[in-house]
């Protein structure tokens, strides 16, 4: 079993099942350099695929990223290239094309150059994928990947296996792979064969990896989230570990110092509650998707969840190794979720925060109350209150105090926000900082919308939720059911925390006045934080081709009985 | 003299031109509880005349507040009550109306309770004012200065001497006084004769006090402000401080700790230079106000600039006298700048914003290296960086730790956020929270509203500033010249600090190209901060009665040439 492999898997108890025979190993090796952290999803919080140049094509098709192979595939059809339509898509890899030549590998892998081409294979299709290898400096790595099969990717990232992404990739067939070099993938056994149960009533977004949110009428029934009910974004697999065998590493990159931490040393550290909401930079990314598609889970107003955290604080553990604040370092964060190529997901923060007394890092092992469960990070995670939901790490296996920022695919490309005309042709992801803090935003729970609601005195019972990044307390809500005519100032249920630690969201009610004698209105909420900063009135003008950071004012249409 | 008198202008060099006689000095004295703070204009960043009940009306005829007067006084003639259009108002005071008896000064003090009414006297007129007198708790303060003369005060509040206060005044008339008990202001000498110069290019939006911005158009041609175009918000005569003789009190009031500091010994501390834009509340009031009437100064988007303030950190004086940080604390900062009731100009700031070794608080001595100037709080005020401008208090005379908010008017009923359904009737100022850190905004500098601009190459030049209270770095500034359909990204000029010390405004450039074969266009800037917030689009739903917080969208209209 290669070392890819053994790294991708060692956390998982089924990681006998990966056994490979050698030829699988090498293709699964030369294929790593794919993916380039460049997978499907991100942590909760997170959603992966984005990428500014081949690398994001090159992913699509070997990883995944259904919007966007389905705008490239809309491209490939609207030139004139193959479209099989009304055909069985699901077996075009596993059939020979008579119309094409048949391929031995070791033809195959000779293509990796963009000069000799670049093929892959996928079941016994080869496919010629050059004409999206921009020819810029940097695609060297793409280029280490070429030559090779794509099959033991998608059979973790099974959300290729549909029509948009199968069609894409026939259009670039050139040739059938001679059937004694086939990559088969059976004996690999489920990655997914020990995932948690799940509540019912978390709405998948995706199965697998498994991203749900519940029915967002239940999430300002409880101030504190039930971890049943609490937002899961996973990337991959979730991983399987013992807790007793369990150890946090931490390193510090400059002076090379470094340290383990068991569980239950982790564990005698002060013990620290932290009442923080966790939110997907992609919540309510269905509503700005109106506007026009962007890439994406499409997430609904139930991407967050709000939660009492215990734990260690982060900043004992740096100082127990001797770290000083510096304002110019980060501290990197790396799961044990670790992709095909044995690259964790990972994350970072400014150190600053990791170590500010009123920063309120934690590592948590609980969760409510709770051992906190394998879909929100057991053993442990890190909680970095107000920051957006991909920087809260789980199944944290190392913590790298570093001068860089973490050169993970979510810090570096993924995770920010850009102009609405910046579109995949040209964003250039170093020109906008990560997104930390999240900016204010709320939503209606309740009604929802196309309900029927009834009045009582010419009002409707409405509530909510709100939250603002950066520990800033929410410090109005005002309602209109009339297009913003008249504002109704909703009640806030909310900690009472002093502002810039006021990390947990803000649960609103109001009866909120409706238009006389109208049968349809349009409920609108907005939000305003301690910075008196408040939301964007539409997504029109905050539209970003990531669909993160949609928070424009949520409205809702109901019928009035 | 009295003991208020002479504390208000102690440290006027013109105070001996103050001399009362015995009965105005009793008169200012009674009067003094009027005001509870409560007169025009703020300091730099801010503009007083608000409140929620009497207290407002009886502020406004006593000390000023022209807009509000002016809805009062719409709302007196839509009653009937005597409206005298087309005659000398600004005699109305000064001349006997021979259908109104006449009262001796004995007897118009006796009417100092609701019981007995409230008559104030402004010349010889007799006011009596009880039924804007709300039956609440809390006016106990308003009647101990019922049965007394309003002359002294507006001999120094002069934006009181027009037609709408002066005809809502004499709306309640109701008598003469005995011209041996008129009040005679004309040897108090001008409590203006004192103010600094000032460059002409400063516009004032009021005279006295003064308060004046830059053409803006200036504003964006550096990133240092020069101190001579610095927009000035004063509320009162700038204070003639002798700094030889200057002494800072810093106090605790829990621990009674006092501790009195000489401007030598404060320039012995280290001295910390930090850049910080300084903003006032209103700053872009005037854009607001398009959507409807708003109380306070007419600012357009000058009322900001930008230096390099030097003076000792504010935390170093703290921890020499033994405070601790603590979040539930605050630090009140009063001037020198006294009204006439000896109340000064005051305002607070959380504790830990204060003793936050990242919050750089400074006592500035030094403004773009040089003496901080007469206007701008000589010879010391304090930066409170990323704050609005109400709270960065000029000629620091008093600094103290204490359990509760700056009780003064500016901080707990001025300064505020509201709905934009919540008016002057149904405002409650104890429900918002008094604006520390400012939201995210942008302003076009160039070109001016309807200049007529040149196009090369299909772009028009364009620049300006953003800035965001926090230290939130400005990220991105977006500009549109076609009504939001396309948008370009502005460049940035700004420090490279880190987020959350930013405190510096940014200015930007950028060539916008413009639509073609358009003769008129509209420019829109709106900027994004480090927390990813934005501005909201209009001034509509963010409307509020004092019109502060006014950061939607800029737009600038010119033709092309």
Redesign the interface.
């Known amino acids: 079993m290669s070392r890819v492999l053994r790294s991708a898997f060692k956390l998982g108890s089924h990681h006998a099942t990966y056994l490979l025979h050698q030829q699988e190993a090498r293709i699964i090796k030369s294929i790593s350099c794919y993916c380039d952290y460049s997978y499907k999803g991100g942590q909760e919080g997170g959603d992966g695929e984005s990428r500014r140049d081949f690398r994001t094509v090159l992913t699509l098709v070997g990883l995944g990223g259904f919007v966007a192979a389905y705008v490239l595939a809309s491209k490939v059809a609207a030139e004139g290239k193959p479209s099989k339509e009304n055909v069985n898509y699901q077996k075009w890899h596993t059939e020979a094309r008579t119309d094409l030549p048949t391929y031995k590998q070791e033809v195959i892998q000779k293509h990796d150059t963009l000069e000799k081409r670049i093929w892959v294979t996928y079941g016994i299709g080869v496919y010629d994928i050059t004409d999206f290898v921009p020819k810029h400096p940097g695609s060297d790595k793409i280029m280490l990947g070429a030559g090779s099969a794509i099959d033991p990717f998608w059979a973790i990232y099974q959300q290729h296996n549909n029509k948009e992404i199968l069609t894409l990739l026939e259009s670039f067939r050139i040739g059938n792979l001679d059937k004694a070099d086939a990559v088969s993938t059976e004996d690999m056994g489920s990655p997914w064969a020990n995932e948690p149960k799940r509540h019912p009533l978390l709405k998948p977004a995706s199965e697998r990896p498994f991203n749900a949110e519940p029915p967002i009428s239940l999430l300002a029934e409880n101030f504190l989230t039930p971890n049943e009910f609490f937002y899961v974004r996973n990337h991959l697999p979730v991983p399987v570990i013992d807790a007793e065998s369990y150890e946090l590493d931490v390193e510090v990159e400059e002076s090379g110092i470094s340290k383990s931490f068991s569980l239950d040393e982790i564990k005698k550290l002060p013990k620290c509650t932290v009442t923080a909401a966790v939110m997907c930079g992609g919540n309510r990314r269905s509503e700005m998707t109106e506007v026009k598609p962007v890439k994406g889970l499409s997430w609904s107003a139930g991407a967050v969840g709000n939660a009492k955290w215990s734990g260690a604080k982060l900043r004992d553990i740096l100082l127990a190794i001797g770290v000083e604040s510096d304002?110019?370092r980060h501290v990197i964060f790396e799961g044990c979720d670790l992709d095909p190529t044995s690259h964790p997901y990972g994350a970072s923060i400014?150190l600053?925060k990791a170590m500010?007394e009123?920063g309120d890092v934690i590592l948590a092992y609980e969760m409510n109350g709770e051992t906190i469960n394998r879909d929100h990070g057991f053993p442990l995670r890190v909680i970095v209150p107000g920051t957006v939901g991909a920087r809260n790490v789980k199944w944290l296996s190392r913590v790298v105090v570093s001068d860089s920022e973490s050169s993970s695919h979510w810090q570096q490309n993924d995770y920010k926000?850009?102009?609405?005309?910046?579109d995949w042709d040209t964003v250039d992801f170093t020109k906008?900082?990560a997104?930390?803090?999240?900016?204010?935003t709320s939503a209606i729970c309740c009604p929802s919308e196309g309900d029927k609601v009834q009045t009582k005195d010419g009002c409707i019972a409405v509530k909510g939720y709100a939250w603002?990044?950066?520990g800033?307390?929410i410090?109005?809500v005002?309602l209109t059911a009339d297009g913003?005519e008249?504002?109704?100032?909703a009640e806030l249920e909310q900690d009472d925390l002093?502002?810039?630690?006021h990390y947990g969201w803000t649960l609103w009610s109001a009866n909120l006045p409706v238009p006389a004698g109208q049968k349809k209105i349009e409920i609108w909420s907005?939000a305003?934080d301690?910075?008196?900063?408040?939301?964007?009135?539409?997504f029109?003008?905050?539209w970003n081709l990531r669909g993160v950071?949609s928070n424009a004012y949520h409205r809702v249409k109901v019928e009035i009985e």
Do not use: C
Request: net charge positive; hydrophobic share 20%.
């Open positions: 304002e110019k400014p600053s500010d009123r926000g850009f102009s609405p005309s910046t906008s900082p997104i930390q803090a999240m900016p204010v603002s990044g950066g800033r307390r410090v109005r005002d913003g008249s504002w109704h100032v002093p502002d810039g630690r907005k305003v301690s910075a008196y900063n408040t939301q964007p009135e539409s029109k003008y905050t950071l």
